[in-house]
């Protein structure tokens, strides 16, 4: 399986496992019973999956194909324990108990927390630090927490939580379009939610939570502007160990999403150029992210953060210059490039994308361009006119023409206003062939997202 195609994270698989199973209210019960039907739940999960990825060769499969990898608990560093899976979870071990850092998928949960106790003892932890709010990071906070343990998140985590709960039919719809293996509607499971946590300690982002546990120092550094306004890294000083959560995606390095296309908040660019520099000050040995493997070298790691802040910030200026020379945010996505000694995998954030997110969280919803962009009536209003006054042939012919002249988003513009005319099999193959022409294209950039959206449409056709 390819690194990047783990990039199902944020909840997407989360969404997609507590929905394959319908079980009783579990409102009341306690602690080890939730442990039961989550130990049931994902093993259910994992036999649902395993069906879903033998039968099919369906896109997206290989992140269903992730809940099926068996878990399994290294030491990574001496008495610092990993637990695999769609998310990692870590055990922490001093004389005086331990420190749980992100507790996984719920349904993974269980299995981690049973492989982890074997290794840090029976106990409830004393500490649980939540690197952000996403589902693949907190989903056996509720297991491990037996009363006593003191919850820290980032200061921002409750309203992260809440919008995501809010919006979560919405974010379904948009996750089940990129990961058609999705159910359709999205489920729970009562008494397994994973929302609605209380942090203990609340993280703010000038001041790091400092905390030592049986001889070992801990400290919590607030992180904003990666995945989520809520981000927090856990630093153990004496170790020169950084657990990084997922501040830098799911691969190491490349460049970041800014705003996700798959439409969560914004998040502010330069918070994250900020949360970079703490970090790097920081001068750590040994990364361990929340996804996929520990990270080693200092001077490696330092040299693939500077890059990443490097980049990140050149988007920012280049963007910021272009607006303020009266550019347009189409102008500056096509124009902006990373130099290439700034060169990083943009399998996961996009170049253009990063400069139109800028662009937006500086000048938000009006882009000063067309007039009707101040009224609810849209282009698809008049579409079926359109189609009546144009001259269908000669259209066809015109796109056509763009595909030839290797002109693919021309002939894309042109078939969206041809998308009032009666469907003929002719628009529908050149529409086909329009698709094809950019996933080939967008095979060079190698952006997952891109690839996944364009095969969505290529299925609509089907
Ligand atoms: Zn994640």
């Known amino acids: 399986m390819q690194r990047k195609n783990l990039l ?112 840090v003892g029976d106990e409830e932890p004393k500490k649980i630090i939540l690197s952000h709010s996403h589902a693949d990071h907190v989903g056996g906070t ?19 939580q809440r919008y995501l709960t809010e919006l979560n039919p919405y974010l379904h719809q948009r996750n089940r ?6 159910p359709e509607t999205p489920r729970t499971l009562p008494g397994m939610d994973f929302r609605g946590l209380v942090p203990d ?107 990443i802040r490097d980049a990140v910030q050149y988007v920012h200026d280049e963007t910021v210059a272009g607006m303020n020379a009266g550019f347009s945010v189409e102008a500056l996505m096509s ?13 996961h954030g996009k170049v253009s994308w990063a400069v139109k997110s800028i662009w937006e969280y500086y000048a938000t919803w009006f882009h000063f361009d067309r007039t009707s962009e101040l009224y609810p009536t849209s282009q698809r209003a008049i579409l079926a006119d359109v189609a009546n006054l144009m001259d269908l042939e000669a259209a066809t012919l015109q796109v056509r023409a763009y595909l030839d002249a290797a002109e693919p988003e021309k ?3 042109l078939l969206e206003l041809l998308e009032g005319a009666r469907a003929t099999e002719t628009l529908r193959s050149l529409r086909a062939e329009t698709l094809l022409y950019l996933k080939e294209r967008a095979e060079s950039i190698g952006n997952d997202y891109e690839m996944y959206w364009l095969d969505s449409e290529l299925e609509k056709l089907q």
């Open 8 to 119: 199902i994270t944020l909840g997407v698989l989360a969404i997609v496992l507590v929905a394959v199973l319908v079980l009783p209210n579990l409102d009341s019960l306690e602690s080890k019973a939730r442990q039961t039907i989550a130990s049931a739940a994902g093993k259910a999960a994992v036999a649902n999956m395993s069906g879903v990825v033998a039968e099919n060769n369906a896109r997206g499969l290989a992140a269903a194909e992730l809940i099926t990898l068996p878990i399994s608990v290294a030491e990574v560093a001496p008495g610092i324990f990993k637990a695999s899976g769609v998310g990692n979870s870590f055990a922490i071990k001093t004389s005086e108990g331990s420190v749980i850092f992100d507790t996984g998928l719920i349904i993974q949960a269980s299995e981690q927390i049973a492989q982890l106790k074997e290794a």
């Open 142 to 160: 509720r297991l491990w927490d037996q009363g006593n343990a003191e919850i820290i998140a980032h200061e921002e985590f409750e309203e992260e």
């Open 177 to 182: 379009t990129l990961f058609p293996w999705i």
């Open 201 to 307: 300690v609340r993280v703010d982002n000038d001041k790091p939570y400092r905390f030592t546990l049986g001889g070992r120092r801990f400290e919590v550094h607030g992180t904003p502007g990666a995945e989520g306004a809520d981000n927090i890294v856990l630093w153990l000083p004496d170790d020169k160990i950084l657990l990084s959560g997922d501040f830098f995606g799911p691969q190491f390095p490349q460049f970041p999403n800014v705003f996700t296309m798959r439409g969560e908040k914004v998040r502010k660019p330069i918070e994250y150029v900020d949360s970079l520099n703490r970090i790097l000050a920081l001068e750590p040995e040994m990364m361990l992210p929340s996804h996929l493997d520990p990270v080693v070298g200092g001077d490696k790691i330092a040299r693939d953060m500077r890059k």
């Open 335 to 347: 124009s902006i490039t990373l130099p290439p000694d700034l060169s990083l995998s943009q399998s």
């Open 411 to 413: 002939a894309l513009l």
